[in-house]
């Protein structure tokens, strides 16, 4: 007997099943007599949010995992992960959520910025490095989410119908490879795949992904996906999260009880549990794990945003000439970048280095202009011309950096839900002219708002009829305008009140938009300041009613009129260097107009000062890209995120992202450049590597990504893509340096899924590639097939 069997020997029905329900928002209850300590869960790919949200109690934001898929290097997203790990620990959580490895099979969903790539394989890879990174330091991982939750449009409900081989060769691959790597712990997803809700899918989560991969981890619910008590029992999930709403608890008790459900089947789930309490280190006798060294979070999230970087045209504006340029800055989120995307992927930042910050920190010269602004609320407040932003919840206070706070979870201050009844933010706004001055209130809740001696506000931004959390979504917005003189202070004061026991999440922000020139005034502004510097960065990108959890995008259009003021800036300077702030792809019409396109994604919070470096040189731009961009968006060729009668087909099979491509992109799976250029001198197979020599031929070290494809030269009994990734590496090399990498061309690459993996035997193509439209040298091979 091992020692988890024997202290499950020593637990009540009630207790073992206590152990599978969520005790509150994040954690499970801990069984003292048995030395287990409550396990405790948290948010997400990108940063450890912790049980609260709390501003008081900040996370490192790493740029979002479509930035570090955009890096290619595994070893990267070890580093990513240990950083998180180490995050974890600080912040007494045990397990991760994360990461997300439902592939890009379209750009329209609203998750998009959180997935890693459109390729099986390169996702498997970072969420491996990543997992292994995380683990390091004895904390756990869930990979989710299992599986087909790749877009959000009734992503609780609709029935994803996803064909045998499409499952096995794409959507499970990232699943498999991570189970197969030694991942603790799976998310299941909210929809159902082919006619099984997947909190209580057995086919998936107990056949393939227990006992045929042999996984021996915990698999948790998505937060309130479980919904039958027995169906989730036999199902093969073993913890249900999180309290609210849950099934389990004494419900299961009582189906073991009366017979719906065999004992073994929860005791199983209970080891499982226990397993991962001695990994993470929350059950006594079991050896803790030594971390590894502890590394400086803000190196980490600045190394990352240069290595994703994607440079996706470069005229030779790029690097820029020196630190004595004029240099324009353009652009809303310039000065307020989206440093990460919307959801449950959130985490409040220490600190964030706008575009903007980065830029005047390293140029002598620096001008700034909004250009366009295509944020739909009001940003929140921030600058000299407020006082302190303090915030009273009664009987705690505490101050923030801007006019905006949310939780989610347990509340500041170590506070109960049911001690909050108030939210006070208190002000005072010292006006730097006179004129209108346009206020407003977003989030959710019921809301007074006061500006010197006028109430502008009294009521409800609580539609009846919505949920909580889609209000956390989708929150609303209330505008007023007051006029206000130059130089007089005044006290700007808004309370939101709290129904009793609904305070366990909140999102308020106070916006202000002072007198100013009207949108064409402003994109004037901005072609004038360009026009007379040397260079114009303009950034542009998405907005939080764009990408986010929850629902879909509807275009990939840039929001707002910033395609206009990129046109308009590029007509009277011509170094105007574009940079797009997106977690996912964005159409970019003006792309062959402009000196240069860099692909920055949601860089996380050294934003600016990894794009300083990269301006000037100092760093290479790292990417490529980890998905296709499409130059129309009727070009991709998946764009379907609308169920029809509760359910979606992925007809397209295993022809997505570009094994489905047909149109020439505008930028191409796997593309970027870099400062420096490659010449690959060699490529061979020896066994089952794909061995390169390549040499950095031109005048500065460089970074190059080095990647394999595969092609069958003839048609076999299954029909196949064109071509696909089988193996890549990241190497470095100094000017006129030759290096040698060797890439494993696993297995699996020459497979396909027909009943069971079978390998397709003849003659293949094998490209050593700098992109999927660069290829640089090819060579021939026989593969032999498998029995
Ligand atoms: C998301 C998960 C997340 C969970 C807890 C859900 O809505 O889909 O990815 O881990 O919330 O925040």
Redesign the pocket.
């Given at each position: 007997m091992t020692d988890i069997d024997h202290l499950l020997d020593r637990l009540t029905l009630d207790e073992k099943v206590s152990l599978l329900t969520g005790q509150d928002f994040w954690s499970l209850p801990a069984i003292p007599h048995i030395g287990l300590r409550s396990l405790v869960m948290s948010?997400?790919p990108v940063g450890v949010r912790g049980t609260g949200w709390a501003p008081e109690d900040p996370s490192i934001a790493l740029p979002s995992p479509t930035a570090l898929a955009a890096s290619w290097d595994p070893e990267l997203a070890a580093e990513a992960g240990r950083l998180l790990g180490q995050e974890a620990r600080r912040k007494g959580v045990h397990v991760v959520?994360?990461p997300?490895v439902n592939l890009h099979r379209t750009p329209l969903n609203g998750r998009h910025f959180?997935c890693y790539s459109e390729d099986p394989l390169l996702t498997g890879e970072i969420a491996v490095g990543f997992v292994r990174g995380v683990q390091e330091h004895g904390v756990g991982t869930?990979v989710?989410?299992l599986v087909g939750?790749d877009f959000e449009t009734d992503?609780m409900t609709v029935d994803v119908r996803i064909p045998e081989r499409a499952l096995r060769e794409l959507y499970l691959a990232p699943f498999e490879r991570v189970a197969e790597a030694g991942g603790w712990g799976v998310?299941s997803a909210?929809n159902a795949v082919n006619g099984e809700s997947m909190a209580q899918n057995g086919r998936l989560q107990d056949e393939i992904l227990k006992r045929e991969w042999g996984f021996d981890g915990v698999v948790v619910s998505?937060?309130?996906a479980a919904r039958d008590t027995v169906g989730a029992a036999l199902g093969g999930l073993d913890i249900a999260?999180?309290a609210m709403d849950n099934p389990w608890g004494p419900a299961l008790a009582e189906a073991v009880r009366s017979g719906q459900v065999p004992v073994e089947v929860i005791d199983d789930k209970v080891r499982r549990v226990l397993r991962l309490a001695a990994r993470v280190g929350a059950l006594d006798g079991f050896p803790a794990v030594t971390p590894p060294a502890t590394v400086d979070g803000a190196a980490v999230a600045h190394r990352v945003a240069a290595r994703s970087f994607v440079l996706a045209r470069n005229d030779g504006v790029l690097p820029l000439a020196g630190r004595h340029l004029r240099v324009a800055v353009i652009g809303a989120l310039a000065q307020d970048a989206r440093v990460l995307g919307g959801?449950?992927?959130q985490v409040v930042p220490p600190h964030v280095i706008s575009p903007l910050d980065g830029i005047r920190a390293v140029f002598d010269e620096v001008g700034y202009a909004i250009g366009a602004d295509p944020r739909p609320f009001l940003p929140a407040a921030q600058g000299p011309e407020w006082s302190t932003f303090r915030i009273d919840l009664g009987t705690y206070r505490f101050e923030v950096p801007t006019a905006a706070v949310r939780w989610?979870g347990d509340p500041p201050g170590g506070l109960a839900v049911h001690d909050i009844t108030q939210l006070e933010l208190s002000t005072t706004y010292t006006p730097p002219v006179a004129g209108e001055h346009v206020f407003a209130i977003s989030g959710f809740g019921t809301f007074e708002l006061t500006v010197g001696d006028q109430k502008l506000y009294q009521g409800s931004l609580h539609p009846p009829g919505t949920g909580r959390?889609d209000l956390l979504l989708h929150p609303r917005e209330q505008r007023f305008t007051v006029t206000l003189p130059a130089g007089e202070p005044v006290a700007v004061t808004l309370r939101q009140s709290f129904e009793p026991g609904t305070a366990h999440s909140a999102g308020t922000t106070l916006g202000l938009r002072p007198p100013g020139p009207d949108a064409d005034g402003l994109i004037a502004e901005a072609v004038a300041l360009a026009a007379r510097s040397d260079v114009a960065v303009v950034v542009v990108g998405t907005t939080e009613q764009v990408e986010s959890?929850?629902f879909d995008r509807t275009s990939l259009a840039l929001p707002g009129r910033q395609d206009e003021l990129v046109a308009r800036v590029a007509a009277v300077n011509p170094r105007t260097v574009v940079v797009v702030n997106a977690g996912s792809p964005v159409l970019l019409p003006w792309a062959d107009e402009v000196a240069a396109v860099l692909l920055t994604w949601f860089p996380g919070q050294e934003a600016g000062a990894a794009l300083a470096a990269v301006l000037l040189g100092e760093e290479e731009p790292g990417g490529r890209l980890p998905t296709t961009w499409p130059r129309r968006e009727a070009d991709c060729p998946v764009l379907a995120v609308e169920p029809r009668d509760g359910f979606l087909a992925y007809d397209e099979g295993v022809l997505i992202g570009y094994r489905g491509w047909k149109e020439r992109p505008l930028y191409a799976f796997g593309s970027g450049l870099g400062y420096t250029t490659w010449a690959y001198d060699h490529l061979v197979v020896e066994a089952d590597e794909a061995v390169v020599t390549l040499t950095n031929s031109g005048e500065r070290a460089g970074r190059e990504v080095v990647q394999i494809y595969l092609a069958p030269l003839q048609n076999g009994p299954v029909p196949r893509p064109e071509r696909w990734l089988a193996g890549f590496a990241p190497v470095e090399a100094g000017p006129g340096e030759t290096v040698t990498v060797r890439i494993r061309l696993p297995e699996r690459a020459f497979q396909v899924w027909d009943d069971g993996w079978r390998t397709l035997p003849g003659r293949y193509a094998v490209t050593a590639a700098h992109a999927l439209d660069d290829p640089r040298r090819t060579i021939e091979i026989e593969k032999k097939g498998s029995a």
């Open positions: 948010d997400g959520l994360g997300t959180e869930t989710k989410h939750n992503r998310m909210y998505d937060w309130r999260m999180p959801g449950s992927a989610l959390a959890e929850g």
